[in-house]
């Protein structure tokens, strides 16, 4: 595998579809930054990524917390170009299904807040090389 300059962010590198996605990415050479909320539960991702000699940034990342998750981004750019963001959080949460409308309001109110930030984010935007 060729190690690109070139990094991708995980934001919700779970044990299924974000590790999935983590693995593939890793196996194109991008530098891997993952981040789910129990960053402890990164260990066999981060074991498997670097059997095969893949690289890979484990983290705990709440991402309804803007600060953090800029900060993210930030340490993942700052190790190669970021090229790639991935926001594949989820619910993950057991409730009533009187509870359900709520819930629904709030993901559709935190996905449009990391939307219109990762929009306006200069990490992501306006880069010389065109890539927006």
């Known amino acids: 595998m060729e190690n690109r300059n070139a990094t991708v962010a995980v934001i919700g590198a779970g044990d299924y579809i974000g590790a999935a996605i983590a693995k593939r990415f890793a ?11 129990h960053g402890e539960k ?5 074991a498997d ?4 000699g893949g690289q890979i940034v484990a983290r705990s990342l ?10 993210f981004l930030q340490e993942a750019d700052r ?4 090229e790639v963001c991935i926001f594949n959080v989820g619910a993950n949460v057991n409730f ?15 996905s449009s807040t990391i939307s219109a930030h990762a929009g306006e984010s200069p990490i992501l935007c306006g ?5 927006e």
């Open 27 to 37: 196996a194109e050479g991008f530098t891997v930054f993952a981040g789910r909320r």
């Open 42 to 46: 990164l260990a066999p991702l981060v």
């Open 49 to 52: 990524v670097e059997a095969w």
């Open 62 to 71: 709440d991402a309804r917390k803007e600060d953090d998750l800029t900060a």
């Open 79 to 82: 190790r190669a170009p970021l």
């Open 96 to 110: 009533p299904l009187i509870a359900h409308e709520r819930l629904r309001e709030k993901a559709a109110s935190t």
């Open 127 to 131: 880069r010389a090389d065109g890539n």
